[in-house]
């Protein structure tokens, strides 16, 4: 009796969840970061299905610790978002939901938006859904080609090819530009993104191409290729050692110059120092004229009486009479009269000299 019960009531579920059939098959979905997606979500409805129509969009969060999020809800005819990292970028894409499609378009994608999406239709008494998969891949971007190494004939060098970003698996492949050129015989690298060059050639001199794609987009970069002679490296050393010597004896030149004109302004310097303190003070008038008088009193004694009058004449004249007048005459050295008889103690011969008038004749 349990037994048929259970079987009556497996079948009633059965039947009533078979009222609401989703048609939608696709179930996988992989879009690069940035594109807009659309998760279709198409269904029938069964006349016997007669309460209002409510459609669910849920997110299934890949962290089993999370509970899986509303995103956009259908019910009573009005729309509600309640997504907050989807606001503004989800929406249904049919204006008139009752007529059974519940499509979504998600905008701008983000490496966030990854995980399983699950569409629920609701018209009691049917019920269906369906889950799918978002996978959201970054494409290649910010390529660049370069060779690491030495491109000189004879050489070994590689062609070497990095992609920024990317999600994986990245494929990367190389061709020469234009493509109708030979490709010359490289060694194999394990990995493509690298072409090994061994004993370089001038043939290896050219344009080459890598391209990296994934399952979402590509990208490319370009490669200019020049084998080259080796440089004469000892002519190049021996001007970078030559160079360095002309440097270093300009500059020696130029410290000997400046030592030289400091020693000679320094030099300058001292001579003139010197000559202001050796240079004695000018001797006053004063003691001009006291010297003058003194060599003329101590050379009375030894004049003869036949030249005496010349030298009374002719010596006292020759002191400059203003010497005498701006020079303060000292009591010390006023004039004395000497006697008679101490000129005659000093040899001195007595002359008589006719007195004269005032008018030049003798009396």
């Not at 009691?124 to 080609?145: D, E, F, H, I, Y």
């Not at 394990?190 to 794609?213: D, L």
């Not at 500059?251 to 320094?266: D, R, T, V």
Request: hydrophobic share 35%; glycine share 6%; aromatic share 6%.
């Amino acid at each position: 009796m349990e037994l048929l019960l259970a079987l009556v009531l497996l079948g009633w579920a059965t039947d009533m969840s078979g009222s609401v059939t989703i048609t939608s098959t696709e179930e996988m979905f992989e879009k690069a970061r940035g594109e807009t997606v659309h998760l279709p979500c198409k269904f029938t409805l069964d006349p016997k299905d007669i309460n209002p129509l409510l459609i669910e969009w849920i997110k299934s969060s890949p962290d089993s610790q999370n509970s899986d999020q509303e995103i956009i809800i259908f019910s009573g005819g009005s729309i509600y978002n309640y997504s907050k990292d989807l606001k503004g970028r989800v929406y249904f894409t049919s204006n008139d939901l009752k007529l059974g499609d519940a499509s979504i378009n998600i905008t701008d994608l983000q490496l966030s938006d990854m995980g399983t999406y699950q569409c629920k239709v609701q018209k009691l008494p049917g019920v269906a859904n369906k889950k799918m998969q978002l996978s959201v891949l970054v494409k290649p971007s910010g390529t660049r080609c370069y060779i690491d190494g030495s491109s000189v004939i004879g050489s070994d060098f590689k062609l070497k090819c990095e992609s920024e970003e990317g999600s994986l698996p990245l494929y990367y492949s190389w061709q020469r530009v234009p493509i109708t050129e030979k490709f010359p015989s490289v060694i194999a690298d394990p990995n493509p993104a690298i072409i090994s060059i061994r004993n370089a050639t001038p043939e290896f001199s050219g344009t080459y191409s890598c391209s990296v794609r994934n399952r979402v987009g590509a990208d490319q970069c370009l490669l200019r290729v020049n084998v080259v002679p080796p440089s004469n490296t000892a002519g190049t050393i021996a001007g970078a050692i030559i160079g360095t010597l002309c440097a270093l004896l300009l500059l020696g030149l130029l410290i000997f110059c400046c030592c030289k004109k400091h020693k000679e302004e320094k030099y300058e310097k001292e001579v003139h120092h010197d000559i202001r303190e050796d240079v004695p003070p000018p001797k006053s008038r004063t003691s001009t004229a006291r010297s003058y008088i003194g060599s003329n009193h101590s050379s009375l004694g030894s004049m003869s009486p036949s030249n005496i009058e010349g030298y009374t004449k002719a010596q006292y004249n020759q002191v400059p009479s203003d010497d005498f007048d701006r020079t303060p005459q000292s009591p010390s050295f006023a004039p004395t009269k000497v006697a008679a008889s101490n000129l005659s103690r000093m040899g001195a011969i007595p002359v008589m000299i006719p007195a004269q008038s005032k008018d030049g004749s003798i009396v």
